[in-house]
């Protein structure tokens, strides 16, 4: 829908920032987000905040991530996520009774739009408030991203230029 910037396109400040983040294979949506180079550098700044920070465990978040794009059907996240974990060392299925619960969690908010009732009192047996909220914060960063892929990218299949 939304054709996405090449790297000549690209002003050299952004382009940097982008391959520095990741390296030659930038998304296409994030190619199209940089039609708009101040939102782009503070969305993956807030990006970066929720994925690299925190007390979840950096490979759960990418279960998140990796979920959520699932259930949305958002080709383009679900293999970027893929790969990062497998980086990362882990597993797509859920490890642990904790994994499970909270990968249910996960696909139940997604289908439900955010209303998840006692799924979240499963959570909070193992994730604290605070975790619980990093959860969330995944969740909801995922669902934007996946939204927006769908929205602006024309072809849904992994493109990378």
């Known amino acids: 829908m939304v054709r996405p910037l090449s790297d000549e396109e690209l002003p050299a400040e952004l382009l940097r920032f982008?391959?520095?983040?990741?390296?030659?294979?930038?998304?296409?949506?994030?190619?199209?987000?940089?039609?708009?180079?101040?939102?782009?550098?503070?969305?993956?700044?807030?990006?970066?905040?929720?994925?690299?920070?925190?007390?979840?465990?950096?490979?759960?978040?990418?279960?998140?991530?990796l979920k959520v794009s699932e259930v949305n059907d958002c080709n383009p996240c679900y293999v970027s996520h893929k790969r990062k974990l497998e980086a990362l060392g882990g597993r797509e299925d859920a490890e642990d009774e904790r994994e499970k619960v909270l990968?249910?969690?996960?696909e139940k908010a997604v289908l439900n739009r955010g209303k998840v009732d006692s799924s979240l009192e499963k959570l909070l047996r193992f994730f604290d408030e605070?975790?619980?909220?990093?959860?969330?914060?995944?969740?909801?960063?995922?669902?934007?991203?996946?939204?927006?892929?769908?929205?602006?990218?024309?072809?849904?299949?992994f493109q990378i230029h």
């Open 18 to 65: 982008l391959k520095d983040r990741f390296g030659s294979k930038i998304p296409t949506a994030y190619r199209v987000l940089a039609r708009f180079p101040d939102l782009l550098f503070k969305f993956v700044e807030f990006r970066d905040e929720i994925m690299k920070k925190g007390r979840v465990e950096r490979v759960l978040k990418e279960k998140i991530a």
């Open 103 to 106: 990968l249910e969690f996960v």
């Open 130 to 157: 605070d975790e619980a909220l990093e959860v969330c914060l995944v969740v909801s960063l995922y669902m934007f991203l996946n939204t927006f892929n769908n929205l602006v990218v024309k072809n849904r299949s």
